[in-house]
C-alpha cells in the first residue's frame, strides 16, 4: 500500500460489482480512503442474487487467457497494472480449457473479504439516490436503479443508450446422463468442457422448439422503447433462440459448432454440440454455454432436456435477459472516464459503454487511478493507445459512430502495426508492442511518483502465462 495521504477528502465509489470493487482498490492502495457505497441487499437488482460484492450474475468465465488473444491480452494488461480481481480469479480458477473460468461463490467472497477488510475502505450499504458530491466513481453497473439513473441523467442530458443482453442456463451435474456426454475441448487439451452431439434431425428438431417457444415479455423496467422497434440486443451476446430465427445453420456456426470436436462413439465430427462448462471447482453445476435465453421457464425445461444428456436436467438457474443501461461515452465522457458535464465523476465499467466482466475491470481501474489522482493533484493518466486497456477505453470515450454500442476487447481497436504482417503474425505484433509500451509507460509514471500494487498483496507477478514483452 501507499504512503497514507492525510488530511485528503474521502473518494466515494458507487457500486460493489466488478469496476467498483477495482475501483475501490486501486484509490485506497494509493493512500486515500474510499467509501464504497452498494444497495444491495436492502435495494436488490433484477439480476443479482446475493448480497456479495462482485457478484458475477451472468456466465463464470472471463473469456479467453490464452496468449495471443484479444481477452488474453488485456487480462495479462489488468495484472501487471496490479488488478484486484484478477489477482482473485486466477486463485479461484477452475477448468475451462483455453478460457479463464471462475469458481463463483468462492469469486465473490474472497473479493467481498478483501474488500470489507482492507484499513481504508469503508464499505456502506445504502441506496445512492444523488451523485455525491466531491471525487466520485460511478460503477453502479448496467441495472442501474431508476432514482441514480434520473440523476445522471439530469447531468448529462439525453443520451442514454441501452441494449438487452442474456445468461444462459446452469444444470446440476448429478441430474446429467454422463453416458450420453462426452469430455473435451475443441482441438484437444485438458476435456474442460461435456459436450452432447447432435445427428442433423436431432439438431433440426431442436432449432424448431426455440424457435416455438414461448417467451418472457418484456418486464416494465426494461420497456424503455415502443413495441414495435426491434430489440437492440448486444450481437456479442444473443439469446439461443434469436439466432434460431437469423437462419437454419446459424445456431451450428455459434454456440454448436462442433469444430475441433469428435465424438469418440462415432469417432467423427459431430453434426452440432451443446457444450456445458462447469460452473465450480467441485464440477456440481454446468453452464450451457451460449444458450442465453428468453424462453418461458416450462419452455426452457422441455426444449433444454431435448438436449441428449439433458433429458433429466436439474435446472439450478434459469436463463433470461435483461436491460443493459450504458451511457453514450464519446458524447459524455473524457478519455480519462470524467463526465464531460461533472468534473470530478467518473464513470466505469459497463455504464460508461464497455461490455464484459474483464472489460468492466479494466475501466473499475483507469477510473480508480484517475480519481485518486485527480485527489493527489496529479495529472491525468491515460494508458498508450496501443494497449488493449487504452484502446478500449479510447473507443468508447472517443469513437462516435452514429450508434454508439458497447465494445468488447478485439484486436481491431488497435491501431495497425508498423511491419506488413497478416494473420497471427499481426495479432502477435500487436500484442507485443502492447506490453511493450504498457511497460514503458508504467515506467513513466513510476518515474514521476505512481505506485502499484504491489505482487502478492496486489498483482501477480508481471510477467507470466508464456506472455513476453
Request: charged share 25%; aromatic share 6%.
Given at each position: 500500500?501507499?504512503?497514507?495521504?492525510?488530511?485528503?477528502?474521502?473518494?466515494?465509489?458507487?457500486?460493489?460489482?466488478?469496476?467498483?470493487?477495482?475501483?475501490?482498490?486501486?484509490?485506497?492502495?494509493?493512500?486515500?480512503?474510499?467509501?464504497?457505497?452498494?444497495?444491495?441487499?436492502?435495494?436488490?437488482?433484477?439480476?443479482?442474487?446475493?448480497?456479495?460484492?462482485?457478484?458475477?450474475?451472468?456466465?463464470?468465465?472471463?473469456?479467453?487467457?490464452?496468449?495471443?488473444?484479444?481477452?488474453?491480452?488485456?487480462?495479462?494488461?489488468?495484472?501487471?497494472?496490479?488488478?484486484?480481481?484478477?489477482?482473485?480469479?486466477?486463485?479461484?480458477?477452475?477448468?475451462?480449457?483455453?478460457?479463464?473460468?471462475?469458481?463463483?461463490?468462492?469469486?465473490?467472497?474472497?473479493?467481498?473479504?478483501?474488500?470489507?477488510?482492507?484499513?481504508?475502505?469503508?464499505?456502506?450499504?445504502?441506496?445512492?439516490?444523488?451523485?455525491?458530491?466531491?471525487?466520485?466513481?460511478?460503477?453502479?453497473?448496467?441495472?442501474?436503479?431508476?432514482?441514480?439513473?434520473?440523476?445522471?441523467?439530469?447531468?448529462?442530458?439525453?443520451?442514454?443508450?441501452?441494449?438487452?443482453?442474456?445468461?444462459?442456463?446452469?444444470?446440476?451435474?448429478?441430474?446429467?446422463?454422463?453416458?450420453?456426454?462426452?469430455?473435451?475441448?475443441?482441438?484437444?487439451?485438458?476435456?474442460?468442457?461435456?459436450?452432447?452431439?447432435?445427428?442433423?434431425?436431432?439438431?433440426?428438431?431442436?432449432?424448431?422448439?426455440?424457435?416455438?417457444?414461448?417467451?418472457?415479455?418484456?418486464?416494465?423496467?426494461?420497456?424503455?422503447?415502443?413495441?414495435?422497434?426491434?430489440?437492440?440486443?448486444?450481437e456479442g451476446c444473443l439469446p439461443a433462440e434469436e439466432l434460431a430465427r437469423r437462419g437454419e445453420d446459424t445456431l451450428r456456426f455459434g454456440p454448436m459448432k462442433p469444430v475441433g470436436?469428435?465424438?469418440?462413439?462415432?469417432?467423427?465430427?459431430?453434426?452440432?454440440?451443446?457444450?456445458?462448462?462447469?460452473?465450480?471447482?467441485?464440477?456440481?453445476?454446468?453452464?450451457?454455454?451460449?444458450?442465453?435465453?428468453?424462453?418461458?421457464?416450462?419452455?426452457?425445461?422441455?426444449?433444454?432436456?431435448?438436449?441428449?444428456?439433458?433429458?433429466?436436467?436439474?435446472?439450478?438457474?434459469?436463463?433470461?435477459?435483461?436491460?443493459?443501461?450504458?451511457?453514450?461515452?464519446?458524447?459524455?465522457?473524457?478519455?480519462?472516464?470524467?463526465?464531460?458535464?461533472?468534473?470530478?465523476?467518473?464513470?466505469?465499467?459497463?455504464?460508461?459503454?464497455?461490455?464484459?466482466?474483464?472489460?468492466?475491470?479494466?475501466?473499475?481501474?483507469?477510473a480508480g487511478i484517475n480519481a485518486a489522482r485527480l485527489a493527489r493533484a496529479l495529472p491525468p493518466a491515460v494508458l498508450p493507445l496501443t494497449s488493449m486497456v487504452g484502446a478500449l477505453?479510447?473507443?468508447?470515450?472517443?469513437?462516435?459512430?452514429?450508434?454508439?454500442?458497447?465494445?468488447?476487447?478485439?484486436?481491431?481497436?488497435?491501431?495497425?502495426?508498423?511491419?506488413?504482417?497478416?494473420?497471427?503474425?499481426?495479432?502477435?505484433?500487436?500484442?507485443?508492442?502492447?506490453?511493450?509500451?504498457?511497460?514503458?509507460?508504467?515506467?513513466?509514471?513510476?518515474?514521476?511518483?505512481?505506485?502499484?500494487?504491489?505482487?502478492?498483496?496486489?498483482?501477480?507477478?508481471?510477467?507470466?502465462?508464456?506472455?513476453?514483452?
Amino acid at each position: 500500500m501507499s504512503k497514507r495521504h492525510e488530511g485528503l477528502p474521502a473518494v466515494t465509489v458507487v457500486g460493489g460489482g466488478l469496476a467498483g470493487c477495482e475501483a475501490a482498490y486501486q484509490i485506497a492502495e494509493r493512500g486515500l480512503q474510499v467509501i464504497l457505497r452498494e444497495m444491495r441487499p436492502g435495494t436488490m437488482t433484477e439480476a443479482h442474487r446475493t448480497s456479495k460484492l462482485a457478484e458475477l450474475v451472468c456466465s463464470n468465465s472471463l473469456r479467453s487467457d490464452e496468449p495471443g488473444s484479444a481477452p488474453g491480452l488485456l487480462k495479462e494488461e489488468l495484472r501487471r497494472l496490479g488488478s484486484l480481481v484478477m489477482r482473485v480469479a486466477d486463485q479461484t480458477s477452475v477448468p475451462a480449457g483455453k478460457a479463464l473460468a471462475v469458481d463463483r461463490e468462492e469469486f465473490s467472497q474472497r473479493i467481498s473479504n478483501l474488500i470489507e477488510s482492507h484499513p481504508s475502505i469503508s464499505l456502506v450499504r445504502d441506496e445512492v439516490q444523488e451523485l455525491p458530491e466531491g471525487i466520485t466513481v460511478v460503477a453502479s453497473g448496467p441495472l442501474t436503479s431508476a432514482t441514480l439513473a434520473r440523476a445522471l441523467g439530469e447531468v448529462i442530458g439525453d443520451h442514454y443508450l441501452y441494449f438487452y443482453d442474456a445468461i444462459s442456463p446452469i444444470v446440476s451435474s448429478g441430474s446429467l446422463d454422463m453416458a450420453a456426454l462426452f469430455a473435451a475441448s475443441r482441438y484437444g487439451g485438458y476435456p474442460a468442457y461435456l459436450n452432447a452431439a447432435m445427428g442433423e434431425s436431432e439438431y433440426r428438431a431442436f432449432r424448431t422448439a426455440l424457435l416455438d417457444g414461448e417467451r418472457f415479455p418484456l418486464r416494465e423496467f426494461e420497456s424503455l422503447e415502443e413495441a414495435s422497434r426491434d430489440v437492440p440486443y448486444f450481437e456479442g451476446c444473443l439469446p439461443a433462440e434469436e439466432l434460431a430465427r437469423r437462419g437454419e445453420d446459424t445456431l451450428r456456426f455459434g454456440p454448436m459448432k462442433p469444430v475441433g470436436l469428435t465424438d469418440p462413439k462415432t469417432g467423427r465430427r459431430p453434426y452440432a454440440v451443446v457444450q456445458l462448462r462447469p460452473e465450480n471447482r467441485a464440477c456440481t453445476m454446468y453452464n450451457l454455454v451460449g444458450f442465453q435465453t428468453k424462453l418461458v421457464r416450462k419452455d426452457q425445461r422441455r426444449v433444454f432436456r431435448m438436449i441428449p444428456g439433458l433429458e433429466r436436467a436439474e435446472f439450478l438457474r434459469y436463463g433470461s435477459v435483461h436491460r443493459n443501461t450504458y451511457i453514450d461515452g464519446p458524447r459524455c465522457l473524457k478519455q480519462t472516464l470524467e463526465l464531460r458535464a461533472r468534473a470530478r465523476t467518473y464513470i466505469a465499467g459497463q455504464l460508461c459503454g464497455v461490455e464484459g466482466y474483464v472489460e468492466s475491470v479494466a475501466s473499475g481501474l483507469v477510473a480508480g487511478i484517475n480519481a485518486a489522482r485527480l485527489a493527489r493533484a496529479l495529472p491525468p493518466a491515460v494508458l498508450p493507445l496501443t494497449s488493449m486497456v487504452g484502446a478500449l477505453l479510447n473507443y468508447v470515450t472517443r469513437d462516435a459512430p452514429w450508434r454508439h454500442q458497447p465494445m468488447n476487447a478485439n484486436f481491431g481497436i488497435l491501431p495497425s502495426p508498423d511491419e506488413d504482417v497478416r494473420g497471427k503474425a499481426r495479432r502477435k505484433a500487436k500484442a507485443e508492442r502492447a506490453l511493450r509500451e504498457l511497460e514503458e509507460w508504467m515506467g513513466r509514471q513510476e518515474e514521476s511518483g505512481e505506485t502499484w500494487p504491489a505482487s502478492g498483496s496486489g498483482a501477480a507477478p508481471r510477467l507470466q502465462m508464456g506472455w513476453s514483452t
